[in-house]
């Protein structure tokens, strides 16, 4: 962009001035943006919730004349209180690197060629078009993401499930998720945690879950290390497989071997049964006892189907279920000592103690993932620490929306923005808004992500069109997806904002808006709605995804459906998708209040917000009378589930005699596409590395960034080493970061998954190493 | 052509009346502090004669109790041409 040479000499007189006011006012503030505006030469504040993972930290971006120039922590967001992590700091540099996507490209005798957007989506259009007619509905599919914002994945879940009638969408939230999900489902028959981050400023105990919340939810981590020191009477557990900086900040850290968290936790409730800590009068009236199926598998094959059955039990059945559970037995299989058992047990059974569970991938990303997440409510539930204030078992999430628009909209095959496809009443809802017939929507799910991708490969699907995502990078056992998309006959179209190695196997790529290009809502972990306007516009021919998915779902014939202008279409889009979420278990707030505040947590109720749901102090939906009502399930109770502990898919053998668990890093997020752009956290994390113990260095005779080969039966990579670095695994274990795709560790990863939920895990397959 | 920016302090209690005064000058662009009493002001006149006028407007507003300049730049006093516009 051109910058007049008098602005940039105003801009560094009032940075001269702002800078001469912090010295003498400290804590002085000018994020006053609304006097601002039309100041030329000036900066201008608008607010935004960032983009960099599912915290939702409310930023303000700077603004002169088109660019985006500064961000500062948005001191009236309650998430982060003025406070961003350094992707946070740095994010609008993400918006600007020299090789953005502004035009579209299509392949033409194998070379990608730029053409007009337009023809771009005439092209995708009429690819659909002519793949329904030839191979069927079911031959196209979508898969979208997490990052989208909630308009994007209404329309994509409008388009799909209601105009072309294929429940062939998803999202790479499956891969982050899903078991939370399937979780929170099993236990309390409603998503998404019942509490929210105000937990943290009155828990006296933190335990952590396999989550390094030190690097992957910093804003959060740094409000609990506040608590500790505020404080006298905060502890801070941490409870994973490898050391992380998490670990190093807890009070108390514990490795537990892989897997093997469904035996602890398991071993925590016997052991709060043992000594009579349990919440009889919690336990007698809100909840009741359930097992399901055992020995449930993997999901390695293709057409892998599963389906859990209930059956209820009775506390002395649960009882005696636990009985294979004692601290002493869970040390031989998890390696965690009986005393250390014992005296997690202790901090949940005190009376006195309001406890907080914090997880996320550790437990999500597991082959039982649905059953820890169960069994980790079931600690809560005994113990009647649950939906009151500090006491909170706390799924966070990954990515900005993955809430928002996966969860809360239903961009999964099963699901619609209310319930679910097979559910008569909840496709009848769908038609009624959506305005198409109730047939039209088929009550067949189709494909999860994993046998989404096995069926492109195998050819049942043709079509696939990919937006704000790179599986590429991010599919597990990679190879097969990536040679599956490769076949002659499959036609992918990838809508992105950087060149990634899912646009190098497109056929069209389209130029998308990121993030505050375009205007749009994320939906956070704690059920906050966070609205963002078209502060910037966007590069070149760049769309925004909800945009792109409009215009080719006109050229498919679809106008009355989509009939909103380019205007207002994001206003009466949320208004529409509010029809989906009436009531007060999960009203949504009005357009209008959405662009007045940093965030609104629903439910959103006669124009206030529920902070703890199921309590009837602050969830209106409850109507039981009781203290706390879990309207969820039929039975008005919460579940407590019998799950045992199962092996792994994959575990180290004489031949693999190594853990493989891969992970992020505090300055990328996800696979690096947009924060490798960001200079200053490119120079700080350049590329990737495998974190070794280091007494297996020594036996393997490595240093300190000496190549090393990473073997898995699925593939190989080759990379440096990292010892006694910001994380140490134990013996017998390797960590790999994923976010840099010159090294893809995602062809060394297994494709197994939960059953119930099916999402893969990346935590644990079997490798060997050598020195490369 | 010169350039200025100031730290300006109201009179007690009439920020808005100095931000209503400031802004509908010509020549100034005003940030309010969000916490504090307190104004940035940038000025931008085209020359000396408009300078020395302006700086007599500002001193008669009764809402301005004070200012303390941070920032000051004059084309006229600069070595060489400016560049003039440019990519950043």
Known sequence: ?772 | MPIFSYLVIPTTGAIDQLYDELTAIPWCEVMVAENKEIIILVTDTPDAVTETELQKQLKELPSLQSMSMTFGHNDDNQPGKPRGDYEV
């Open chain 1, 1 to 772: 962009m051109k910058f007049n040479r008098r602005s940039f000499i105003k801009g560094a007189a009032t940075s001269s001035a702002i800078a001469a006011a912090s010295a003498i006012f400290p804590g002085i503030s000018f994020a006053d943006w609304t006097k601002q505006e039309g100041a030329s030469g000036m900066i201008t504040w608008k607010k935004a919730p960032c983009r960099f993972c599912g915290t939702g930290c409310g930023v303000l971006i700077g603004v002169s004349g088109d660019r985006a120039v500064a961000v500062k922590g948005d001191p009236n967001c309650s998430v982060n209180k003025g406070l961003c992590c350094v992707k946070g700091y740095h994010s609008v540099q993400a918006l600007y690197g020299k090789d953005r996507l502004t035009k579209a490209q299509v392949r033409r005798n194998g070379a990608m060629v730029e053409v007009p957007i337009k023809e771009a989506l005439d092209i995708i259009a009429a690819r659909m078009k002519e793949t329904i007619a030839r191979h069927g509905k079911d031959a196209v599919a979508m898969y979208g993401s997490g990052q989208w914002t909630i308009p994007d994945g209404y329309v994509a879940s409008k388009l799909f499930k209601g105009c072309l009638g294929t429940n062939n969408l998803e999202a790479n939230a499956r891969l982050c998720m899903a078991s939370a999900v399937t979780g929170f489902m099993t236990s309390f028959g409603l998503d998404e945690p019942m509490g929210c981050y105000e937990d943290i400023d009155h828990a006296n105990v933190f335990v952590t879950w396999g989550n390094n919340m030190a690097e992957m939810h910093p804003v959060l981590f740094s409000r609990m290390l506040a608590n500790r020191k505020r404080r006298n009477n905060v502890e801070i557990i941490d409870l994973a497989t490898r050391t992380t900086r998490t670990s190093q900040a807890a009070d108390k850290a514990i490795l537990f071997r892989p897997q093997t968290d469904l035996a602890v936790a398991n071993a925590i409730c016997y052991e709060i049964i043992h000594n009579k800590w349990v919440n009889q009068d919690f336990l007698n009236n809100h909840v009741s006892f359930h097992k399901g199926k055992t020995n449930i598998g993997y999901g390695t094959e293709d057409h892998f189907a599963f389906t859990d059955t209930e059956e209820a039990i009775s506390f002395a059945d649960y009882q005696k279920f636990l009985e294979d559970y004692t601290p002493e037995k869970v040390e031989k299989i998890s390696g965690v000592s009986a005393r250390d058992i014992k005296y997690l047990a202790s901090l949940y059974g005190d009376p006195t103690k309001k406890v907080t569970s914090f997880w996320c991938m550790g437990m999500n990303q597991h082959t039982r993932g649905t059953w820890i997440q169960n069994l980790v409510y079931n600690i809560h539930l005994l113990t009647g620490k649950i939906s009151t204030p500090g006491n909170s078992p706390f799924s966070l999430t990954g990515q900005p929306s993955a809430c928002g628009t996966v969860r809360e909209v239903g961009t999964l095959t099963h699901a619609l923005p209310h319930g679910v496809v097979t559910n008569d009443h909840d496709r009848e809802m769908a038609a009624k808004i959506w305005e198409v017939p109730v047939s039209n929507i088929d009550p067949k799910p189709t494909y999860h992500t994993v046998e989404m991708f096995r069926a492109l490969d195998r050819g049942d699907i043709k079509f696939m069109w990919i937006q704000v995502t790179n599986p590429m990078v991010t599919m597990p056992n990679l190879n097969r997806y990536r040679n599956g998309v490769l076949k002659d006959d499959r036609f992918i179209v990838v809508s992105e904002v950087y060149p990634t190695p899912t646009t190098d196997i497109a056929d069209v790529i389209l130029p998308a808006a990121m993030w505050v290009e375009q205007e749009g809502m994320f939906g956070n972990s704690e059920r906050r709605t966070q609205h963002f306007a078209r502060i910037v516009p966007p590069p070149g021919e760049a769309m925004s995804d909800t945009w792109q998915l409009i215009e080719v779902a006109r050229r498919l014939g679809f106008e009355k459906q989509f009939p909103w202008s380019e205007d207002e279409h994001i206003g009466k889009i949320w208004e529409e998708y509010r029809r989906f979420h009436e009531g007060p278990k999960h009203n949504m707030a009005p357009y209008t209040v959405l662009l007045e505040r940093p965030g609104v947590m629903w439910p959103f109720v006669d124009g206030k917000e529920t902070r703890w749901r199921f309590n009837p102090k602050h969830d209106p939906a409850c109507t039981n009378g009781k203290d706390f009502d879990f309207y969820g399930k039929k039975d008005n109770k919460a579940w407590i589930w019998a799950r045992p502990y199962e092996p792994a898919a994959e575990a180290p053998d004489a031949e693999y005699n190594f853990w493989l668990n891969t992970g992020r890093v505090i300055e990328h997020f996800h696979t690096g596409s947009m924060t490798r752009r960001i200079p200053i956290l490119h120079q700080a994390m350049p590329s990737s590395y495998v974190e070794l113990n280091p007494e297996d260095a020594a036996d393997l005779g490595v240093v300190n960034g000496e190549m090393v080969k990473i073997i898995s039966r699925r593939g190989a990579v080759t990379m440096p080493a990292s010892i006694n670095g910001r994380g140490v695994p134990p013996r017998g274990m390797v960590f790999v970061p994923f976010f840099d795709d010159s090294y893809l560790i995602n062809e060394v990863t297994l494709d197994a998954f939960c059953p119930i939920s099916k999402q893969p895990d990346y935590k644990k397959c079997a490798v060997r190493l050598e020195k490369a």
